[in-house]
């Protein structure tokens, strides 16, 4: 933000554009790496729990609201159960799919 500000010919709105992209592109990059750890240890299906925890975690911290018919105890527990298989997998060094 700092650096974009500096720039001559550039709004406010566009360095917040630029600043929420950036963001974005981090949590992105942050996500598609816990889901492809997932996949490795645990395979496809888990990798699609995983994802759609994230999408509900997104939807919250980002617009402060949960789709209507979403179980915020249940995705709880789906994620703590899906933490539990992955740290015993890694800890057991048991790759689902080998790279």
């Given at each position: 933000?700092?650096?974009?500000?500096?720039?001559?010919?550039?709004?406010?709105?566009?360095?917040?554009?630029?600043?929420?992209?950036?963001?974005?592109?981090?949590?992105?990059?942050?996500?598609?790496?816990?889901?492809?750890?997932?996949?490795?240890?645990?395979?496809?299906?888990?990798?699609?729990?995983?994802?759609?925890?994230?999408?509900?975690?997104?939807?919250?911290?980002?617009?402060?609201?949960?789709?209507?018919g979403i179980?915020?105890?249940?995705?709880?527990?789906?994620?703590?159960?899906?933490?539990?298989?992955?740290?015993?997998?890694?800890?057991?060094?048991?790759?689902?799919?080998?790279?």
């Amino acid at each position: 933000r700092e650096k974009l500000s500096e720039l001559e010919d550039i709004s406010d709105n566009e360095i917040d554009y630029f600043t929420q992209r950036l963001q974005n592109l981090k949590q992105e990059s942050i996500s598609a790496a816990c889901r492809n750890l997932i996949q490795r240890y645990l395979g496809n299906a888990e990798a699609l729990t995983y994802k759609r925890c994230y999408d509900v975690r997104s939807q919250l911290v980002h617009d402060g609201t949960i789709k209507d018919g979403i179980n915020i105890v249940d995705y709880h527990h789906k994620l703590d159960s899906l933490s539990n298989k992955l740290l015993y997998a890694i800890i057991n060094k048991k790759p689902k799919i080998s790279r």
